[in-house]
């Protein structure tokens, strides 16, 4: 486990210039030294991330394997299905997953096909429009995902043992701001 002192010291390989535009916004000297800690926190979150160390953990702890790729996107067609960072669920089709995934259409086409392979979806013909069809999750991918999810879930547990309710309910808030701010700086209107 990592000292979270090291989250407080900012490198200044990546934070060159940072303490001094972020006083010119107004920002105090301890929040600029708590937003370059966040900084560096963040850069070792996405390295877990990207890396797929996390993935990987909750992969073995069940029985079902996926490559990297077909997992992502499984998961992705679950949160298309489900409506997670849309306005409503919606019917899955391979350009959605390819820009959820931000891979072009043939790579997405190629992992979808890896799923249809193994029994996670379906593909099904738009009853409206014969050319297009879209992704239906089956049965195993329900319970693949509900094994998911436990698994993922008994490792979080135990990232958040100790923290009491008020601290899991202001950071699970503050995140959450943190999120919804960064995607509209981002996302264009």
Not at 41 to 55: M, S, V
């Amino acid at each position: 486990m990592e000292d979270t002192d090291s989250y407080s010291k900012p490198d200044p390989r990546i934070h060159r210039g940072v303490p001094e535009l972020l006083a010119d916004k107004g920002f105090s000297p301890d929040a600029i030294s708590a937003l370059l800690g966040l900084d560096v926190a963040l850069f070792q979150w996405r390295r877990i991330a990207e890396k797929g160390d996390f993935k990987g953990k909750v992969l073995d702890g069940i029985e079902e394997k996926l490559e990297p790729a077909l997992l992502q996107g499984l998961l992705s067609i679950a949160q298309i299905s489900a409506g997670i960072g849309r306005p409503e669920p919606q019917d899955p089709t391979i350009g959605m997953v390819a820009d959820l995934m931000a891979v072009d259409p043939s790579r997405a086409s190629r992992i979808v096909s890896g799923l249809v392979e193994r029994g996670f979806v379906e593909r099904r013909v738009v009853q409206e429009d014969a050319r297009k069809s879209i992704l239906v999750m089956t049965p195993k991918s329900h319970k693949f995902l509900g094994d998911f999810t436990a698994q993922k879930w008994r490792i979080l547990s135990g990232v958040f043992e100790g923290w009491d309710e008020e601290e899991l309910r202001i950071f699970s808030s503050l995140f959450i701001r943190y999120v919804t701010a960064l995607s509209a700086q981002v996302t264009p209107d």
